[in-house]
Nanobody, 123 residues
């Protein structure tokens, strides 16, 4: 089992920045990739970004390329999502998820999920 805990959400003005953290514990040696997703009220869950556990490869949704950056800290077993130039429409609960076998853009690609952290972008 892998446990994931997100933090770093909050209220920010449009154009501002936030850095989300995803702290992993448990069988972290089994993790291949960590993905970030978001879900706004009344909308479907949306892929945002992913990073391999080794940290050598990252993937981004087209809507966030150039503004969001995924990274990881080996010593802390933590993955980060730096979000810049945030837009009001990006208000959502942000989740991190871990997979032992692959990265992907769909929720079913991941086995373990955190509880989510709220990001609110005001206009």
């Amino acid at each position: 089992q892998v446990q994931l805990v997100e933090s770093g959400g909050g209220l920010v003005q449009a154009g501002g920045s936030l850095r989300l953290s995803c702290a992993a514990s448990g069988r972290t040696f089994s993790v291949y990739a960590v993905g970030w997703f978001r879900q706004a009220p009344g909308k479907e869950r949306e892929f945002v970004a992913a990073i391999t556990w080794s940290g050598d490869t990252t993937y981004y949704a087209d809507s966030v390329k150039g503004r969001f950056t995924a990274s990881r800290d080996n010593a802390k077993n933590t993955v980060y999502l730096q979000m810049n130039s945030l837009k009001p429409e990006e208000t959502a609960v942000y989740y991190c998820a871990a997979s032992p076998t692959r990265w992907g853009t769909q929720g079913y690609d991941y086995n373990y999920w955190g509880q989510g952290t709220q990001v609110t972008v005001s206009s």
